[in-house]
């Protein structure tokens, strides 16, 4: 009985990350996609110089961070791709996700001042342990750039 | 496509900024190496397991990034940089962006070719 729940508990836990943690993700990827329409209009470039036509507005720094946790689901899937090799697709979205909301809340910033372009932007990872050794707990991303009306 | 991790083109004149571009890939190799790895670190030397791994991994960023800068209509990428960060043991994450630009010849000898 005891063997049968230690092996039915993770499944349960795999089997609800991929439903439940699928979902969270789906409905995350819509909620960016729809906010970067919004803030289209705000150009954004990683260029270090700003152009003359600019240089007489006054620049402030913006800055949005985001920290996006792993589900068992991914954290099983990157497991078996630990074993075989190859790209971990369940992490390029967790990423890629920290990312984008790190950038919008950047923009959202920018915006709230009356910005229109956002210069010289950067980024900065890092990644968040969970309480068991070894295992990813989420990935924490900084963007920082220089506004400028 | 001109890809650089310079701000400016020598030769060219950037005409248009169309944003930031990136690509990302997480990785890993087989259990395989991460024995070798393992055997390596006893003694010492070049994991060429991993060196391998990351020269592959950026490769595949710098594609996802260059698709990015294609859909935007660019024919060129510059200020380009790459970050690295290891998302669990045995695996890496490989960042590659940069900002994707519309360039033209500066020569007088050859004139633009129609900048959008």
Redesign the interface.
Known sequence: MEALLQLLIPLFLVLMGLIVGKGIELHHFRRLAEREKEYRDI???????IPPQLENTQPFLVMGAAVIATDYFKVFA?GI?????????S??TL??RA?REA?LRMLEQARAQGAKVVWN???E???TESRQE???GG?AILAYGTALK | MIVVNT?TIPGYKIVQ?K??V?G????????G??IAASLKNLVGGELTGYTELLVESRR?AMARMLAQAQQLGANAV??V?F?T???????A?L?A???AVVAAADTPAQPAQNPA
Do not use: C, P, W
């Open positions: 150009l954004v470039t990683n260029l270090k110089t990157a791709r630990g074993f075989f090799g190859g790209e971990m697709k992490y390029v990423m890629e990312r950038v932007v950067r980024y990872t890092t990644m070894k295992k990813t990935a | 701000e900024i944003g930031l990136q990302n890939t997480v990785r890993a190799k087989h259990i190496r991460d595949e510059v200020n940089r970050a960060s290891s998302i669990t043991s045995g695996a994450e960042y962006y940069g900002t």
